[in-house]
C-alpha cells in the first residue's frame, strides 16, 4: 500500500514537474554530435565529451528537486499533506539520480559503439562529475530556497574548474582528461554528503 | 529615483549578487592580480623564443594553407574546432572532388600533380584516437599565377562551409592561422616598447584586465536578473505592482539600469585598484590616466547589459530556469569559440566573448579595431531592444492578455487539462 502510494507520488512528480527537466537533459546529450566528435576517439579525446558536457544533465536534473514548492504558499499546503514533503523530495532524488545514470550509461555505450575507447571507468567518472555538479546546485537550491542560487552555485564552480584547474586537487572536475580517476572517488563521496545534509541543514535553517 | 534606489537596494541584498560579487572578486584576483597583470620588462637579447607575430601576408597566408589543406585532403582527415572542441572530419568521395578541385584551381596542378606529390611526399603514421592514418609532409604546393587573395578566399570559404565550419580555414581565421612567423629579438623591442608609448601602459592593463572579467560577466549577470525578476512572482508581488501608476517602461527599464549598475560597481572599483597598481609599478611613465577605465567600461558593459537584458526577458516570457539555461548555452559557446580563435588579437563582428590574453601585441588588437567597436556596440543595441521587448511582454502581463508561458503549476503547458 506504502509503495503503491509513493509510486503515485512519483508518476505524478515526474509527469507535471519533472518531465520538462528530463527532455532538457535528453536534448543536451541528442545535441553533443554538434559540438563534439564522438566516434574513434582514444581515452583522452573521449574523456572530453564526458566530463566538459554530459555532466551538465546533472545540474539539469538535481538542481530543481525543491523548485515546485519552491513558492511558500504551496510549501505551506504540501506540508499539510501526509507525506511528508522531504521523502517527497528524496524520491525525486533519487529518480533524478536513475536517470543520470541510464541517460549517461546510454551515451557511454554509444560512444563504445562508435569505436571509441570508453570503459566502465569513463561511466563512473562522468557519473561522478554530474553527481556533484548537481549536488552543489541542490544542496544551494534547498539550503538557498531558491533554485536559481542552485543553478548559479553549479555553474560558478563549473567556471572555476576552467580557471583554476587542477589547483582544485581532489575537487577537479576535469580530470579524467588528464588520465587520472583518483578524484573521482572524493566526488562522489562529497555529493553524497552535500545532498545527505542539505535536508536537516534546511530544516534547521527554516527552525 | 527613489524606485531605482528601491531596486538597489533590493539587489544589493540578494543572495545571489552577493554570490555574483564573491566569483568577480575571486577571478579578478586570482587570474589578473596574481597571474597575469605582472610588471613587463624589456626582452632580453639572445633569448630562445621571443614568441610570434601575425602579419598579414596574402602569399604567406595562400602558400602554408594550400600545404595545410592538401595534407590534410591527402588524408582524407580534416581537423575541425567548431565549438573548440575536436572535431576530426571525414569526407565522402563527393565532397573530396570537390576539395580536390579546388586545390588544383589555386596550384594549377591537375590530379595527377596532386598524385606525383603525394608519392614523392614523407609518410608518417600517426595515430589519431583509435584510427591510424598516413600524413603526408607536404610543404611545397605550388600556387598558380592566375590565382588572386581574393578568389583564394572564396575557396577557402567553401572549403570551410563543406567541413561544416570551424576549419582552419575559415576567412577570418586565415591571418591569424597561416600567417604567423617567429618574432625576432627587434621585434619583441618593439613589441615591449609600444606598450610603453602607444599603449602608455594602461591600454595594455586594460586589454588584460576586460579579457579576465569578460568570461564571468557573460554569464554570472544573468543569474542576478533572473532572481530578481522572478521574485515578483515569487513572493506574489506581481499584481500588486501591475496595478501601480508608473510606467511599464519605466518599472523594467529602471529595474534594467539599476542591475547594470550594481553589477558594474564591483568592476569598477577593481578598474580602481588596477590604476593604483599600475601607477606604483609604472612611478615615473608616461600613463594614460583614463584608459583603465574608458576600454574596460566599453568592452565589458555589453557583456553585462546582454546577460542582464536575456535573464529579465527569458524570465519575463518563460522562467528563470529558462533564462539561464538560454545564456549558458550562449555564453559557452562563446567562451569555447573564443579560445579557438586564439586568446588574443581576433575579434570577429559578433563575438560575444572578446580575448585578447596578453599584455603585449597591440598590433594583433588594432587589426581588429573596427570590428571590436561594431561588436560592442552591436550588443549593447540588442541588449537594449531587448529591455524593450521585455517591456511589451510586461505591458501585456499586466493587462492580463498574456502570463508568461508557465511550465509548472496552473496553466502549465505541460498539465493536462481538466
Not at chain 1, 505524478?12 to 541528442?30: E, G, P
Not at chain 1, 539539469?60 to 506540508?79: A, C, G
Not at chain 1, 514533503?85 to 539520480?97: A, G, N
Request: with cysteine; aromatic share 14%.
Amino acid at each position: 500500500m506504502v509503495s503503491g502510494c509513493l509510486a503515485r507520488v512519483v508518476y505524478s512528480d515526474v509527469k507535471h514537474n519533472f518531465l520538462i527537466h528530463y527532455i532538457v537533459a535528453l536534448c543536451i546529450l541528442l545535441a553533443s554530435p554538434i559540438f563534439f566528435s564522438l566516434s574513434q576517439l582514444d581515452s583522452i579525446l573521449a574523456a572530453q565529451p564526458l566530463e566538459l558536457y554530459v555532466p551538465l544533465i546533472g545540474v539539469v536534473l538535481m538542481t530543481p528537486v525543491f523548485l515546485p514548492e519552491q513558492n511558500e504558499s504551496i510549501y505551506d499546503i504540501v506540508r499539510s499533506k501526509k507525506i511528508n514533503h522531504d521523502i517527497v523530495c528524496i524520491l525525486r532524488l533519487i529518480c533524478s539520480v536513475i536517470v543520470i545514470l541510464c541517460m549517461i550509461g546510454a551515451y557511454v555505450l554509444y560512444m563504445k559503439n562508435c569505436n571509441s575507447q570508453v570503459t566502465v571507468r569513463y561511466f563512473i567518472g562522468s557519473s561522478a562529475t554530474a553527481l556533484f555538479l548537481g549536488a552543489i546546485g541542490f544542496a544551494f537550491a534547498g539550503i538557498g530556497r531558491n533554485v536559481v542560487v542552485g543553478y548559479m552555485a553549479s555553474v560558478i564552480y563549473y567556471i572555476l574548474n576552467f580557471s583554476f584547474g587542477t589547483k582544485l586537487g581532489y575537487f577537479y572536475l576535469f580530470s579524467m582528461m588528464h588520465g587520472s580517476f583518483i578524484e573521482k572517488k572524493w566526488l562522489i563521496l562529497i555529493a553524497f554528503c552535500m545532498a545527505s545534509a542539505t535536508f536537516p541543514v534546511r530544516r534547521i535553517i527554516r527552525n | 529615483m527613489m524606485l531605482f534606489c528601491m531596486e538597489c537596494k533590493k539587489i544589493f541584498s540578494s543572495l545571489t549578487y552577493i554570490l555574483y560579487s564573491l566569483l568577480v572578486i575571486l577571478m579578478i584576483v586570482s587570474q589578473y592580480f596574481m597571474e597575469g597583470g605582472e610588471k613587463v620588462y624589456p626582452p632580453s637579447q639572445g633569448d630562445y623564443d621571443y614568441g610570434e607575430k601575425i602579419v598579414e601576408d596574402h602569399d604567406l597566408i595562400m602558400s602554408t594553407a594550400t600545404d595545410a589543406l592538401t595534407v590534410e585532403f591527402l588524408s582524407n582527415r580534416y581537423v575541425c574546432y567548431p565549438f573548440g572542441f575536436y572535431k576530426a572530419v571525414h569526407l565522402d568521395n563527393e565532397e573530396q572532388a570537390k576539395i580536390e578541385k579546388y586545390i588544383c584551381e589555386i596550384t594549377g596542378l591537375d590530379s595527377e600533380g596532386i598524385a606525383e606529390k603525394k608519392k614523392n611526399a614523407d609518410v608518417c603514421y600517426i595515430t589519431d584516437g583509435t584510427h591510424d592514418y598516413g600524413e603526408y609532409a607536404i610543404r611545397d604546393m605550388p600556387i598558380s599565377v592566375s590565382m588572386t587573395y581574393e578568389r583564394f578566399t572564396d575557396i577557402m570559404d567553401d572549403v570551410d562551409d563543406i567541413l561544416g565550419g570551424g576549419s582552419d580555414y575559415a576567412v577570418d581565421g586565415l591571418v591569424y592561422k597561416f600567417s604567423r612567423v617567429p618574432m625576432t629579438y627587434e621585434d619583441a623591442v618593439e613589441d615591449y616598447n609600444s606598450i610603453l608609448t602607444d599603449d602608455r601602459v594602461t591600454n595594455a592593463y586594460a586589454r588584460l584586465f576586460s579579457d579576465y572579467a569578460g568570461i564571468v560577466l557573460a554569464i554570472l549577470p544573468v543569474f542576478v536578473a533572473a532572481a530578481l525578476t522572478a521574485a515578483d512572482r515569487r513572493r506574489r508581488m506581481s499584481e500588486l505592482i501591475y496595478s501601480r501608476r508608473s510606467s511599464s517602461l519605466r518599472i523594467v527599464f529602471t529595474r534594467f539600469l539599476a542591475l547594470v549598475t550594481t553589477m558594474f560597481i564591483p568592476v569598477f572599483v577593481f578598474m580602481v585598484i588596477a590604476l593604483i597598481q599600475i601607477l606604483i609599478r609604472y612611478n615615473g611613465a608616461d600613463i594614460d590616466m583614463t584608459a583603465m577605465f574608458t576600454l574596460p567600461t566599453f568592452w565589458l558593459l555589453p557583456n553585462i547589459m546582454a546577460a542582464t537584458a536575456t535573464g529579465m526577458l527569458v524570465t519575463e516570457i518563460l522562467s528563470a530556469g529558462a533564462a539561464i539555461l538560454v545564456q549558458f548555452v550562449w555564453w559557452f559557446m562563446g567562451l569555447m569559440a573564443g579560445g579557438t580563435a586564439g586568446l588574443s588579437g581576433r575579434i570577429g563582428k559578433f563575438t560575444f566573448i572578446c580575448r585578447h590574453n596578453a599584455l603585449g601585441n597591440r598590433s594583433g588588437f588594432i587589426m581588429n579595431w573596427n570590428n571590436f567597436v561594431f561588436n560592442r556596440v552591436f550588443y549593447m543595441v540588442i541588449s537594449v531592444a531587448a529591455v524593450l521587448f521585455t517591456v511589451g511582454i510586461y505591458e501585456l502581463k499586466r493587462g492580463g492578455s498574456f502570463n508568461g508561458i508557465r511550465l509548472f503549476g496552473k496553466g502549465s503547458i505541460f498539465r493536462r487539462k481538466a
